[in-house]
């Protein structure tokens, strides 16, 4: 299977912008490129994927790299409530399966 | 309200029960998960499946078994034979393909 390689960790502060990267070198070419943060205590929450081109949504923006092998999720302006883990994933299909395999995350803390 | 419901929150066993933990979804999605996540680590898949009566193992199938009988609903049941049931389970659930997953809000079992 595919593996992603995120930060164990990374520092924002409130207001500034946030580039969380993430390495799937091994990404085969019919995975997406899924994004999720989870809170403390809390199921993850989805926040944006792709494929091929740059995403955006009122969350996020996904920049993916012209040889997918890596992509980096842009908080435009990070809040105290963006402080989360968030996890790069690759959508993998095993057979008629569609397996969603997580790493460890980056674990984000946004300061004032 | 659509949505992927677990139950219960909180679950307290004696070392040597199984133990099942429900989950349900209303969202009519084909493919539903379950995950495991210990103290300050990432998501670790159990099992998955992708259509009623068809599963298939993730990365930490031993100790666990899934029924998938109904679209709606894919129990997880903790066996005795599973050697550090502690933790934290998370179901999912999407449509096949690149599209977002939808997590419960999680059950803290503790086995005593």
């Known amino acids: 299977d595919a593996k992603t390689t995120q930060p164990n960790s990374m520092e924002s502060n409130e207001e500034e912008p946030v580039h969380l990267p993430c390495n799937h070198s091994?990404?085969?070419?019919?995975?997406?490129i899924h994004w999720y943060r989870q809170l403390p205590s809390q199921g993850p929450e989805y926040v944006i994927h792709?494929?091929?081109s740059n995403v955006n949504n009122r969350m996020a923006s996904l920049a993916i790299a012209e040889d997918r092998k890596s992509s980096t999720l842009i908080l435009h302006r990070a809040t105290l409530r963006d402080a989360a883990v968030y996890y790069c994933?690759?959508?993998?299909?095993?057979?008629?399966?569609?397996?969603?395999?997580f790493g460890t995350g980056t674990r984000l803390q946004v300061t004032l | 309200d659509g949505g992927i419901t677990q139950s219960p929150k909180y679950l307290f066993r004696k070392e040597g029960q199984n133990v099942t933990l429900s989950c349900e979804q209303n969202l009519n999605h084909d493919a539903m998960y379950w995950y495991r996540q210990d103290p300050g680590q990432g998501l670790r898949l159990i099992y998955y499946s992708q259509i009623v009566n068809d599963f298939q193992k993730g990365d930490i199938a031993e100790g666990y078994s899934v029924s998938r009988e109904k679209k709606e609903s894919f129990p997880l049941t903790v066996t005795s034979a599973q050697k550090n049931p502690t933790a934290f389970y998370l179901c999912a659930s999407r449509q096949t393909g690149g599209t977002e997953a939808f997590f419960g809000q999680g059950t803290r079992l503790t086995v005593v």
């Open positions: 091994t990404i085969s070419g019919t995975d997406y």
């Open positions: 994933i690759l959508g993998a299909r095993t057979g008629t399966a569609s397996k969603l395999t």
């Open positions: 792709g494929l091929t």
